[in-house]
Structure formats: structure tokens, C-alpha cells
């Protein structure tokens, strides 16, 4: 069904038929099918709960059986993926619950609605066509007192509610610490003392980041000493009046921290092992999650945060330089198996008894411990398996990229490559009537630079060995159904949807213009030879002519 629905859409976008669109893609040249090699075409037959009860169930999908779930951040990367995981692949679990924010107009039924309209649920909606009804919304608000949340709400969590995913948070760099506190810190203790209310909770899972104690350069599975007292940063920041106030003293204030996302996670951290005590709690840390890996379809992501978004910015010829050390390793995570070791980590800490001498176990999921990758190698296997085989139409420039890790060398690169360049293309679309773009397009690049440039330009060492252990211990059923052993994960198969992934699920460039981008893709790259032949052209008179001065 999924899949015959996506065929009307391409047919609705192109006068072709979805075969005559194949048959102009899939050439001697070109012999994979963009749908068959990121999974669209490979989704299982349907079945009902009848048909499922039938087959042998594992030890973490009885945890999932009969079992109501909690999460926030829902509409967001990780939890969308959380929410077709679990429904897909525990179809005996009994409701899922979402908090969900009325947000520009639309309540919180319209915003689950869109939610599911993502091409990333084709495949639950394909093999598990019922699963609707067990999700709902409860409109509330992560930064709010009591989350927002209506009485009878609370009630119906707190009385229903076993397993709880806080995945809800601002992941803005330079987002004003107010908001941070008040979503990353204040959030956290609200889910905390909701939890404390509900009667029969198995397990409450926070999901923080791997860079919450970014200043050290060994992160150990433990909680590290934060920067203040979160008390006393909460009182700070909620009794000053004047935003641009705390603005100024934001720089003072996370100081050894780079951003107000990692100083607020790592008060948050510290607010859990304080307030959690004899909650069944766990803290769970991903580093730099990216598109998916396997499944429920290959190479799906919806944001452009971190190397996703210089690899968008690269394909597209928008992006020529960057401030970056390629030879650092870069610890990445598929999300697919992020989700798949949240999900399991959650079974984990169920099993394990709270007290108040003890802390909450935490589970570091990175990449780099037990299968590193350098940027540089990265970018070169996406570069390999995406272009010239999947180029977007909206393409600007032929693929040129020259990072760099000296910040005066990237300031020159910056200005010839991206300044020069946008304000002379800006100034032609103003007199030819179009709109101008590149300009503003550039600022915005320069100042994620900045934000990025502390994780691009430095390492860490991790240790994961309670997510290794965590692996060891899952029965064989279980890790087909849930994998997430990172060590056993192959860049190279990664590689080869992430590039048709992007261009399918996040430029939503679908494959009705696959055969006009690569002869676009054609046209940039011959315009870009010339280019450079004529700027050696002219670089070689000049040095000739000085030449000839200084002899002369």
C-alpha cells in the first residue's frame, strides 16, 4: 500500500509512469535502483497481532508486551524514529503516549497527523497498518511547568505510564540560555517528578548527549562533577529580568563549556543522579547521530546538523570550504541503531535495582571506541557511492571542497570561495529580477562554522563498555531484531544510500529528476574545468608579468 501510494505521488510530480521514470535512471551506467537500494521496495508482507502471536517473541519485545510508553521529543529526529521502531517492532506494546506542542496554528491532532505523514513510516504503515490507534498525543510543553500538562492528563500518565523516553530538548548551539534551561534543565526535572507519580514505572530513560562533559577528553560511562550547581545556575537564570543581560554573561557563565547545549545537558546530568534517587532511571549519552543505516529504510534523516549538513551543502556546490581538521576522527552514530541501544538500554535498566547509594547506570553509544572513521574518510566514501550516481536538480556548482584547519588560511578560502562569489551571484540575480540568496545563505554557513568548529577541530576517547556489555548479553533473537553493535556496523554499506537517502527524505528531490540532474551535474562539471582553466590562465600572466618586472 505504502509503496503504491508513493508511485502515485511520482506519477502526480512527472508526466512519465513510475516505469518510464525507472527505466531513464537504471542504466548501464547507472545499474542500481534508487528505491531498491535505500529499501523501499523490500518492506515485508502485512500482518495482523493474530499472525504475530504465532511467531517466538524475545526477551526485549515481552518487556515491550502490554507496556505504555511516555516519550517527548517525539516530532523530532530521534523520537520519530523511536516511535516506528517501537510500534514496528513491538506491536504487543499497549499505547504510546506523545508530548506534543500546539505549534503554529495547529493543535496537537494536526501535528501527529504531519508527524506520520513522513515517508520514514512507509514501512510501518506497509507491514503494520493498525498501528494508529495505540498513539496519541497529550499536549503539553517540555519548557513549561509541569510540562503543561492538563490534570487529567498527569493522571492518565501517571496511572498508565511504564516506560518513560525524555528525548525532548533544544539542540541549538547559540540558543539563549534561558530557553536552554528552561527546556534542558527545568524540562528534565519535570519529567523526573512526573515519574516519581507513576504507579507502575519500569524504566525512565533521559537521553543527554556524549559532549555533555565535552571539556574532558576522556568520557568514562559516569557523571562528572558539574560546572555550578545546577540550583543555583536555575535561580541565576529565572529571576534575571533582562534577557541581554544574561546574554552577556552566557560567555562567563559556561565557561570551558563551547556552547549552552552542552552546559545545560551536563547540569541536566547532575540533576537526574540528585533528583532521580530510587528511580528505575538510566541515562543514556549518542554522540553525533546521522541518517539511518538499515532500517525502516536506508539513509532517512530530517535535519542538516553536523557533517549531514556540510555533505547537503558540498553535493549541491553551495559549500567550498569549511574550518575543520578532516584527520580527526568523528564519532558518528546511525540513528536507526541509536534507537535500537535506547530501546534495549531501557530493558536493561528495568533489570536493575535502584538505591539510594547507587547511581544511575549510563550508557555511552559512540562510534569511535570500537569503529573509528576519520572526517576525511567519511566525506570520501559518501563522495564515492553519491556523485556522480545521485546529483540533486538544485544543484548550484560542480563538487569543489577544500577544508581547512588553519583559521587564517579559511578566513581567505571563505572570503574567495563564498563571500566574492555570493555577493557577485546576488547582484546578478538583482538585476535580472530574481530573488538573491547566496548572501544570506553564506552568513548563516559562517556562523554554523563557528559553533561547529570546537567538534570539528577536536577528539575524544570514549568508553562504552556498559553499551558493550549491554550487546554481549542480548539473546541472538534479540539482536537480529534490535542491532546496534556498532563494532559490527560497515561504513561502506552506510555509504552507499546515504548520499540517495539525503537527496530522497531531507532535499526531498525525488527520483522523477534523476536523469535531468545528472546531465545538469555534466554541464557544472564542464563549466567548472573551464573556470579553473581560466583562472590558471590568468594566475600564470600574473605571475609572468611580475616575473618580468623583477627582471626588467
Keep these: 500500500m505504502a509503496l503504491d501510494l508513493h508511485r502515485k505521488n511520482e506519477f502526480k510530480k512527472s508526466k512519465k509512469s513510475y516505469e518510464e521514470i525507472i527505466k531513464d535512471i537504471?542504466?548501464?551506467?547507472?545499474?542500481?535502483?534508487?528505491?531498491?537500494?535505500?529499501?523501499?521496495?523490500?518492506?515485508?508482507?502485512?500482518?495482523?497481532?493474530?499472525?504475530?502471536?504465532?511467531m517466538p517473541r524475545s526477551d526485549v519485545q515481552e518487556f515491550y508486551k502490554d507496556a505504555s510508553i511516555f516519550i517527548t521529543g517525539g516530532t523530532g529526529f530521534m523520537g520519530k524514529m523511536l516511535i516506528e521502531k517501537l510500534s514496528r517492532s513491538c506491536p504487543h506494546l499497549k499505547h504510546i503516549y506523545l508530548l506534543i506542542r500546539n505549534k503554529k496554528g495547529k493543535d496537537v491532532n494536526e501535528r501527529?497527523?504531519?508527524?506520520?505523514?513522513?515517508?520514514l513510516f512507509m514501512r510501518l504503515k506497509h507491514e503494520r497498518p493498525k498501528f494508529y490507534h495505540k498513539i496519541s498525543a497529550i499536549a503539553g510543553d517540555a519548557s513549561l511547568p509541569g510540562l503543561g500538562i492538563s490534570h487529567r492528563d498527569r493522571q492518565t500518565l501517571a496511572e498508565n505510564v511504564n516506560i518513560v523516553f525524555h528525548a525532548a530538548a533544544t539542540i541549538r548551539f547559540d540558543e539563549h540560555i534561558r530557553t536552554a534551561i528552561n527546556i534542558n534543565v527545568l524540562g528534565t526535572r519535570e519529567i523526573i517528578n512526573l515519574a516519581k507519580e507513576m504507579t507502575?514505572?519500569?524504566?525512565?530513560?533521559?537521553?543527554?548527549?556524549?559532549?555533555?562533559?565535552?571539556?574532558?577528553?576522556?568520557?568514562?560511562?559516569?557523571?562528572y562533577e558539574a560546572p555550578y550547581n545546577y540550583n543555583?545556575?536555575?535561580?541565576?537564570?529565572?529571576?534575571?529580568?533582562?534577557?541581554?543581560?544574561?546574554?552577556?554573561?552566557?560567555?562567563?557563565?559556561?565557561?570551558?563549556?563551547?556552547?549552552?547545549?552542552?552546559?545545560?545537558?551536563?547540569?541536566?546530568?547532575?540533576?537526574?543522579?540528585?533528583?532521580?534517587?530510587?528511580?528505575?532511571?538510566?541515562?543514556?549519552?549518542?554522540s553525533v547521530v546521522i541518517s539511518t543505516y538499515n532500517e525502516p529504510v536506508r539513509g532517512w534523516i530530517d535535519n542538516v546538523y553536523g557533517p549531514i549538513g556540510m555533505i547537503v551543502g558540498v553535493g549541491a556546490g553551495v559549500l567550498h570550504t569549511h574550518h575543520c581538521d578532516v584527520t580527526k576522527v568523528v564519532d558518528l552514530v546511525p540513528v536507526d541503531l541509536v534507537v535500537n541501544a535506547l530501546i534495549c538500554s531501557a530493558y536493561k535498566v528495568s533489570k536493575t535495582i535502584p538505591t539510594i547509594e547507587s547511581n544511575p547506570p549510563i550508557f555511552n553509544y559512540v562510534s569511535s571506541k570500537q569503529n573509528p572513521i576519520s572526517l576525511e574518510n567519511f566525506f570520501d566514501i559518501i563522495k564515492k557511492y553519491?556523485?556522480?550516481?545521485?546529483?540533486?536538480?538544485?544543484?548550484?556548482?560542480?563538487?569543489?571542497?577544500?577544508?581547512?584547519?588553519?583559521?587564517?588560511?579559511?578566513?581567505?578560502?571563505?572570503?574567495?570561495?563564498?563571500?566574492?562569489?555570493?555577493?557577485?551571484?546576488?547582484?546578478?540575480?538583482?538585476?535580472?529580477?530574481?530573488?538573491?540568496?547566496?548572501?544570506?545563505?553564506y552568513k548563516k554557513m559562517k556562523k554554523a562554522n563557528a559553533a561547529l568548529s570546537f567538534f570539528a577541530n577536536n577528539q575524544w576517547e570514549f568508553n562504552d563498555n556498559n553499551t558493550s556489555t549491554l550487546w554481549k548479553?542480548?539473546?541472538e533473537l534479540d539482536k537480529k531484531i534490535f542491532f546496534f553493535d556498532i563494532k559490527e556496523m560497515s561504513w561502506d554499506y552506510y555509504a552507499r544510500a546515504c548520499a540517495i537517502g539525503l537527496r530522497l527524505y531531507l532535499v526531498k528531490d525525488d527520483i522523477h529528476t534523476i536523469k535531468n540532474a545528472r546531465i545538469k551535474w555534466e554541464k557544472l562539471r564542464k563549466a567548472h574545468l573551464l573556470l579553473k582553466t581560466i583562472v590558471a590562465i590568468i594566475f600564470i600572466r600574473i605571475c609572468w608579468f611580475i616575473v618580468s618586472i623583477c627582471f626588467n
Design 473 to 475: 548479553d542480548m539473546s
Design 386 to 441: 553519491g556523485l556522480p550516481n545521485w546529483p540533486t536538480i538544485n544543484a548550484v556548482w560542480y563538487y569543489s571542497f577544500l577544508p581547512t584547519n588553519n583559521p587564517y588560511l579559511y578566513s581567505l578560502l571563505f572570503l574567495l570561495f563564498h563571500t566574492i562569489p555570493g555577493y557577485f551571484l546576488d547582484f546578478l540575480c538583482q538585476i535580472t529580477g530574481r530573488k538573491p540568496m547566496l548572501t544570506n545563505i
Design 200 to 223: 507502575n514505572l519500569k524504566a525512565c530513560m533521559y537521553v543527554s548527549t556524549a559532549y555533555a562533559n565535552c571539556v574532558h577528553s576522556e568520557i568514562d560511562e559516569k557523571f
Design 232 to 286: 543555583g545556575v536555575i535561580s541565576l537564570v529565572t529571576s534575571a529580568n533582562n534577557d541581554k543581560k544574561l546574554e552577556n554573561i552566557t560567555p562567563s557563565l559556561t565557561a570551558g563549556w563551547p556552547n549552552t547545549y552542552t552546559f545545560t545537558k551536563a547540569l541536566a546530568e547532575d540533576l537526574a543522579k540528585h533528583e532521580a534517587v530510587g528511580l528505575p532511571l538510566g541515562i543514556f549519552r549518542p
Design 112 to 119: 501527529i497527523d504531519a508527524i506520520f505523514d513522513d515517508r
Design 26 to 54: 537504471v542504466t548501464d551506467d547507472f545499474p542500481l535502483n534508487p528505491l531498491q537500494l535505500v529499501g523501499e521496495l523490500s518492506f515485508d508482507d502485512p500482518m495482523t497481532l493474530e499472525e504475530i502471536d504465532k
